[in-house]
C-alpha cells in the first residue's frame, strides 16, 4: 500500500508559514546508535523528523528555506548501495526521494556540508532545536563562518539563531483529526496487549513472561514496536516508578503492576494496569486500589477546554490525600497535609503528561509564566498512584509493599474529554470477574 504523504506536506507547509523570512530551518532524523560491539538498537527517527517528513531512514536531514521568492524543501540522505543494502536493509536513495516523499530537492548526505553552506546563503535565521545545539553547533559555525568570508562580495551571514522547538512543539501539542484516528488504534492496541498480559499473569511465571505476552498482544493487533521500555512490576517492584529489570519471579498474592505502550504511525500509547496475580485482591489491597482509581476518575471526569493544567494534580492530590487520611496511613487535617506535601512520601510523581509521538511529548506546561489551559486536540495520560514501600515504618504492615498506578490516554473534545483507552477491567469487581474467566 502507497503511503499518503499529504500530512507531512501540510505540516511541512504549516512551519514554513511560521518561519520568518529569510530563514533555513533544519532538523535531524538520528544515527543508529551501537548497542554492543557490532549489534545496532533498532532504529528509530527523531520524532520531529519524522512528523514532518513520514521517513524512518537513519542518517538523514531535512532542510527548510524559505524567503521572500521561495519556499523549498530540502531532503539530504542515505545514497543507494548495493553492497550495504544485502547487508543492512534496502535504502530509498536519492533518485526516488523526491518523488516519493514530495520533497523538492534530494541530495546525498555526503554533500550536506557543501550545499548547506550554498543553502544558508542570504538567510538571515538558522532554525534548529536548541536540545541539539552540541551536535549543530560546529556545523552551523562553519556555515557562518563560510558567509562572513564573502563580506567583500556583499553576502550577509546569518545573525539570527532560532529554537525550532518554538514552532514545531507549539504544532505536535494540537492533534489533527488524523491524528487523533491514529492515537485511537495506538490507544487500543495498548488495550489488546494489556489484556493478554492480565492472560499471562498468575503466581510463578516470571515478569519477563508477562512482557513477552504484552507485547505479543500489541504486535498481534498490529503494532510494530512499543512506545516506551515496558514495566512489569510485581509486589513491591511496583514501588520503583520506572523498574524495567522485569526479571521476578510473580508470587501468590501480590499485585502486578503493568506500564507500557504500543506504537503505531509513530504515536505512543501509555497504560498502566494493576492487578492481583492470583485474580482476589486482598482487603488492603482493594483498599489502596479503589482509592487510586477514584483519584483517577475524579481527575477524568473534570478534563474539559479551559481547565488550568495544575488543577490535574491538585484534584488527584486532595483525593489521594483525603483517602490516605481515612485509610489511617496519615494522620492530620488534610489541607495541612497538602500544604506540607504529607502525600509525596507516597505519591511522588505527577498525574498526567502530554502524549503523542513521544511517550512524555512535547509542548509547553505554562505560557508566559501561567499554567495553560487544556484546549480541545490536545491529548494527556491521568496517572495517579499509590507506592507504599516495605520500609515504612510509620505504615501499617497491611499496607507494605503495595505499589499501584492506573493510567488511560485521553483526548480532550470541544464537549469535555474521550478516553482513548477504553477496553479494560477497571474496577476491583470488574478486574476479579475478568481474571476468574481467564
Not at 103 to 129: C, K, P, R, T, Y
Not at 195 to 221: H, I, S, T
Not at 301 to 308: D, E, F, K, Q, S
Amino acid at each position: 500500500m502507497t503511503q499518503d504523504y499529504t500530512p507531512f506536506i501540510e505540516r511541512r507547509q504549516a512551519v514554513l508559514d511560521r518561519l520568518p523570512e529569510p530563514s533555513v530551518a533544519f532538523v535531524a532524523s538520528g544515527e543508529e546508535q551501537i548497542r554492543n560491539r557490532d549489534v545496532e538498537y533498532p532504529f528509530r527517527p527523531s520524532s520531529d523528523f519524522f512528523y514532518l517528513t513520514g521517513f524512518s531512514e537513519p542518517d538523514s536531514v531535512l532542510v527548510l528555506v524559505k524567503t521572500a521568492e521561495i519556499c523549498q524543501t530540502h531532503l539530504f540522505l542515505r545514497p543507494k548501495d548495493k553492497e550495504q543494502e544485502i547487508w543492512q536493509g534496502r535504502r530509498l536513495g536519492v533518485e526516488a526521494a523526491a518523488a516519493r516523499l514530495k520533497i523538492d530537492q534530494a541530495w546525498s548526505i555526503d554533500e550536506f556540508d557543501e550545499q548547506m553552506n550554498e543553502l544558508v546563503e542570504g538567510a538571515e535565521h538558522l532554525v534548529f532545536s536548541f536540545a541539539e545545539l552540541a551536535h549543530w553547533s560546529d556545523w552551523v559555525s562553519g556555515w557562518v563562518g563560510a558567509q562572513k568570508a564573502k563580506a567583500r562580495k556583499g553576502v550577509q551571514a546569518p545573525s539570527q539563531l532560532l529554537d525550532f522547538d518554538r514552532i514545531l512543539h507549539e504544532m505536535r501539542l494540537f492533534k489533527s483529526a488524523r491524528e487523533i484516528e491514529w492515537m485511537r488504534q495506538a490507544a487500543q492496541m495498548s488495550v489488546a496487549g494489556h489484556l493478554a498480559a492480565m492472560k499471562a499473569a498468575a503466581p510463578g511465571r516470571y515478569e519477563y513472561q508477562v512482557q513477552a505476552e504484552l507485547e505479543n498482544g500489541f504486535k498481534q493487533a498490529g503494532s510494530p514496536r512499543v512506545g516506551f521500555n515496558s514495566i512489569v512490576a510485581a509486589g513491591e517492584n511496583a514501588c520503583i516508578l520506572h523498574y524495567t529489570e522485569n526479571d521476578a519471579c510473580i508470587e501468590n498474592g501480590q499485585l502486578v503492576l503493568v506500564d507500557a505502550g504500543a506504537e503505531y504511525a509513530g504515536y505512543a500509547g501509555d497504560i498502566t494496569h494493576t492487578y492481583p496475580a492470583n485474580g482476589r485482591f486482598t482487603p488492603p489491597q482493594a483498599a489502596l486500589y479503589k482509592l487510586v482509581l477514584k483519584a483517577q476518575q475524579t481527575v477524568i471526569n473534570a478534563i474539559r477546554p479551559g481547565l488550568p493544567y495544575n488543577q490535574l494534580q491538585a484534584l488527584s492530590v486532595a483525593v489521594l490525600t483525603e483517602g490516605l487520611v481515612s485509610l489511617g496511613i496519615l494522620s492530620g487535617t488534610v489541607d495541612d497535609l497538602i500544604e506540607q506535601e504529607a502525600y509525596k512520601a507516597f505519591f511522588m510523581h505527577g498525574t498526567s503528561h502530554w502524549l503523542g509521538m513521544d511517550v512524555h511529548d512535547v509542548g509547553d506546561y505554562k505560557q508566559e509564566g501561567e499554567w495553560r489551559c487544556l484546549q480541545p486536540g490536545m491529548v494527556l495520560t491521568v496517572e495517579p498512584g499509590l507506592y507504599i514501600s516495605k520500609t515504612a515504618e510509620a505504615v501499617p504492615d497491611a499496607y507494605r509493599g503495595i505499589g499501584i498506578r492506573i493510567e488511560d490516554d485521553v483526548l480532550v473534545t470541544e464537549q469535555g474529554h474521550e478516553v482513548l483507552t477504553q477496553g479494560l477491567p477497571r474496577t476491583v469487581d470488574e478486574i476479579e470477574s475478568w481474571m476468574a474467566q481467564r
